[in-house]
Every structure is written in C-alpha cells, then in structure tokens.
C-alpha cells in the first residue's frame, strides 16, 4: 500500500489495479471513498483500461481477429509496479506482458499518476506507445464516493451540482450493459440533480454530451463537498448499486458498445489513439472542500 499525505488529505493506494483506497479529509475526519463493503460492490476506485464498459461477446475485434476482453479491461485486476513514490506524488506502471498481449496485442506501458496539492487529488493516466504501429484503447475513472458524509445525514441530502445548468440526457445501457440506441432526459433542479435511492434502478446514468466539466457531490445540509474536474474526458457516468450508499463519479475517454453487430476496434465510439513512439496523457482531479 502506498500512503500520500499533507495537511489536508491522507490517500492510499494499492498495487493492484493501482487503485485508490482512501481519501480521508484531515481536517474534518472524513473517508471519502467508499470503503468496498464485498456484500455491496467490492471495489474504490477502479481504472479502466484499455476498455471502459462492456464489449460485445467480451470479445475485441483488432487486425480482423478476436481478442477476450472483459468489462472494463484488465487493469483494474492487474498488479501495477510502484516506479517512483515521494510524500505527495506516486507512479504506478503496467507493462506489456504475454497476460496481456492475449487479450490486447500491442507493446505498451499504462501509467496512472497520483500527485496531492493541498486539497486537490489529480490523477493522470499515460499510456506510453512502444509498438511499431498506433495503439487503440479507452481509458476511464470510476471512483466510489461515500454518501453520506457524515451519520447525521441521509442519502436523499444529497445532490449532484454541475458547474453549467444544462438538460441532462443519458444514454440507456441494455441489461445486459451495451447501449441500446435510447435517451432519456434526466429531471433537474438548476444545475442540481437529486440523489435518490432509486435513480439509478436502470444501471448508470451516461452522458454524452455534457457543457459542464466539473461535478460536485454536496449535502442541503452542510457545505462539505466532492468535487470531480474532467477538463479532458468528455463523457460522464454517474452510477451507484441502487440503495448502496455510495455514488460514483466516473470520467470517460470510451464508453461501451452498443447493440448490434461488432466493430473493430479502430471504429468503436469515443475510441482514443496513440501514435508509434508517441505518450498519450490525459488527467482529471478531486477537490475536498
């Protein structure tokens, strides 16, 4: 486990997946991440790569031939090592393996970066090309946040603030998790969208064509708040294990196939490239306020 600290944040990381496992607010002696209660959802903070969401037959189609691929990839299932590590910063690195080429057969690394500055979390995923040819993937975020933040809240406190008031549209999942070509507007307040218990019965909410680049989980309560900034990603899923209390901010650079026939990979939606010799970055933050 690896441990970033200053005077306002104490985060840990674990190896596998190199996932978050906590980020506890000092000052006010909070634990903002869900803490992957197995009876629940077993997960923090999962990283997604080199896929975000489910493909068809869990199968990639790359070069004419097809590859397994489970759900979101197997990043989140695979041991990064720790390649450097100070008080505040943190590198995690994946590198091609025989595991790996099976499934996703390019020559790769796969970085995810931690570095703590005062309250905010930034978090950047660098894919690092060392093929002869371009790399085709996705890459994406799905941390867990507790809600409530404290035991004399509820649930229904709280609510999701976007940074533009804007109609929210989200783009319906099949129940077996592909995209079935519907929308559906999602009712709002302003700017606000109202935790429910219920909200998410029909799996996440995604979005695909969001104004805002910036969320903030709040409470009508107290003026405690999670704040996610994507500039980079420009798909949104919010989602929770319905009566779960937990809601999951998750920036996106992919999203899941939708129905139909298989594409290749070079054709799948929102679907990222990386050059021969070339370093893709992306990166988004958490701001505890």
Known sequence: MTTLENDYLRVSVRS?????????????????????????????APNLFP?????LNNQLLIDGKTHPMERHGFARHTTFETTESTTTHAVFSLHASDTTRAAFPY?????????????????TYRVVNNDEQGIFFSVGAHPAFAVPFNADDTYEDYYIEFDQAEPLETHMLSSAGYFSGQTKAIPTE?????????????????FKDLVSRRVS????????????????FPYLGIWAKPGASFVCIEPWLGCADSEGEQKPIDQKEAIQYVKEGDVFEATFSIKIE
Do not use: M
């Open 217 to 232: 989980i709040r409470s009508a309560k107290n003026s405690h708040a999670v704040t996610v900034d994507y500039p980079e």
């Open 107 to 123: 020559e790769f690394t796969f970085q995810i970066i931690y570095e703590l500055e005062g309250p905010h979390l930034s978090i």
């Open 16 to 44: 596998k997946g190199a996932e978050l496992t906590s980020i506890f607010h000092k000052p006010g002696g909070i634990e903002h991440l869900w803490q992957a209660d197995p009876n629940v959802w077993p997960w923090h």
């Open 190 to 206: 302003g700017n606000k969208l109202r935790l429910t218990r219920h909200l998410f019965d029909q799996d996440a909410l995604v």
């Open 51 to 55: 896929v975000v969401g489910g493909c």
